[in-house]
């Protein structure tokens, strides 16, 4: 039995086209992929992300735990601030990236769906000597993202918001508001490359939040979003997806996530090998890539190098619809990682010749 | 979720449809796979003259979240192909069963494995849930 969101009713509703997410009955798409997207891009889209996890941290040393399973560092984060990092396994491997966000009392920390038990029986195991209390909060809270260039507006200018600071809320800054007569919390985080916000209310008041958010401005000016915008918006702006970028056979230096990793910050879960693979250097690299030729790459297709050795995997790839041409991130050796170097990708059995080109491909804008 | 599905038309389990006259046929794909796939940004389709068994695959679709393999529905010879589908696909997804039609062939083989509109209906209803 899939599980389901408390909006669940909301999509089925909407005409959502629902598939099976890492165990979760969600929607992929609702008027359609493409229309989604542009929306995201330029207006607003909301999306559902209720299945992902919310635990909370508290406790006389929730701060000094964080620090100890966490990649980044959270001692400066005043209330209110939050942090990207990851979870990190003793070799170095990833098992997961989070945001950890900075509460008056407690440490809230997001994780991804697909993660959900293993991150919390990890940080259980790990907490053996920390004197901290963690909450698992999935389940009473729903989470609803905002996102798009016109997210802030219509949001703001809402009655609900009006002379409530929301606009001035900084980049990854989360904080209390009454929005539509419910309390709960918003942050200017998200992970579609967008400016826009992420909204935490109770799971009973999800649904009157999710119709009040879909009914901002001028009819029609947010568009519900399903997991395939979530994709291909989060792709264009290279963000990683657990399970295609990075993953526990990963480690973050060849995911070009070294800025998350504060080896100065201390001891911490993985530091070790860390500091290890960092001095070494990596021998491979995730790459961003355009295709040379026609074709779509797709995650776990192989790439050959010009002599015809298998050297490597893409980890996702779409047409971009932003950009209009087929886009793919992969690992290539580090030789082959630099702007300009070509390799092949294999598509059913052909090989399509690609170009590394820059990454982000699409450059965020962020309201910073 | 409600397809247009056209009585008139054979269909197969791997989504094609066939508009029969005489030994030629019409092929694209149905109203469900265009609406499974989304919005179709890129194809591939064989040469005139090429020949398929049923099952085959002549072709690739590809949309922003999938890519998805075009079955010979019979066995069969390529006559014509669509070919402004290659620059814009858009058909496919507005017109599957006009505009959006992907090859005229030859049927060169037998038609036996073909499904009528309930048939193929019934094989929607079970996959669509």
């Known amino acids: 039995m899939l599980k389901r969101t408390p909006l669940y009713q909301r999509h089925t509703a909407l005409g959502a086209r629902m598939i099976d997410f890492g165990g979760w009955e969600m929607p992929v798409q609702y008027s359609g992929l493409m229309a989604e997207h542009q929306a995201v891009r330029n207006s607003a889209g909301l999306f559902d992300i209720s299945h992902m996890g919310r635990f909370s941290i508290s406790g006389h040393d929730a701060q ?15 209330v209110g601030q939050s942090s990207y990092g990851l979870l990190c396994n003793d070799q170095g491997g990833i098992i997961d990236d989070v945001f950890v966000y900075c509460l008056p009392s407690e440490y809230l920390v997001v994780v991804n769906a697909s993660n959900r038990e293993k991150d919390w029986n990890w940080l259980q195991r790990r907490s053996t000597g920390f004197d901290v209390d963690m909450q698992d909060l999935s389940d009473r809270w729903a989470m609803l993202a905002l996102q798009g260039p016109q997210a802030e507006a219509l949001f703001c200018n809402s009655p609900t918001m009006q002379h409530t600071g929301l606009e001035t809320l900084p980049f990854h800054e989360i904080a209390l508001f009454g ?143 932003t950009l209009n041409k087929p886009l793919g991130m992969g690992y290539v050796p580090t030789a082959l990682s630099t702007e300009g170097s070509e390799f092949h990708v294999i598509i059913r059995e052909k090989p399509v010749r690609a170009r590394v080109v820059k990454m982000p491909f699409y450059k965020p804008r962020y309201k910073r | 979720m409600q397809y247009n599905l056209p009585a008139d038309l054979q ?51 590809e949309s922003v979240k999938a890519s998805s393999d075009l079955y010979a529905p019979v066995d069969c010879e390529v006559l014509a192909v669509n070919s402004p589908l290659i620059d814009n696909q858009e058909p496919i997804n507005s017109d599957p069963y006009g505009d959006g039609w992907m090859l005229r062939i030859k049927i060169t083989g037998g038609t036996d494995q073909l499904l009528d509109v309930a048939a193929y209906t019934k094989s929607v209803e079970e996959r669509d849930h």
């Open chain 1, 64 to 78: 000094r735990f964080l620090q100890y399973v966490v990649t980044c560092d959270i001692s400066g984060l005043s």
């Open chain 1, 179 to 321: 929005f539509f007569g419910v309390n709960g919390l918003i942050a200017r985080t998200g992970y579609t490359g967008e400016d826009g916000f992420e909204i935490f209310c109770d799971a009973h008041r999800a649904e009157l939040v999710w119709d009040a958010l879909l009914a901002l401005g001028p009819p029609d000016s947010v568009l519900p979003c399903g997991l395939g915008a979530r994709d291909s918006t989060r792709f264009e702006a290279c963000l990683a997806l657990y399970g295609n970028e990075i993953s526990e056979a990963t480690n973050p230096y060849e995911a070009r996530l070294g800025w998350v990793v504060k080896l100065d910050k201390g001891d911490f879960i993985g530091s070790t090998a860390l500091r290890e693979i960092k001095a070494a250097g990596v021998e491979r690299k995730l790459v961003g890539f355009e295709l040379a030729e026609r074709g779509v790459a797709r995650g776990g297709y192989l790439i050959h190098d010009l002599s015809g050795q298998p050297v490597g995997h893409v980890t996702t790839g779409m047409p971009s619809p």
């Open chain 2, 11 to 61: 269909y197969v389990e791997t989504d094609e449809w066939l508009r029969i006259e005489g030994d030629e046929a019409i092929v694209g794909i149905t109203d469900y796979a265009q609406s499974a796939l989304g919005d179709i940004v890129f194809l591939e389709l064989p040469e005139v003259g090429d020949t398929f068994t049923a099952g085959q695959t002549y072709g690739v679709i």
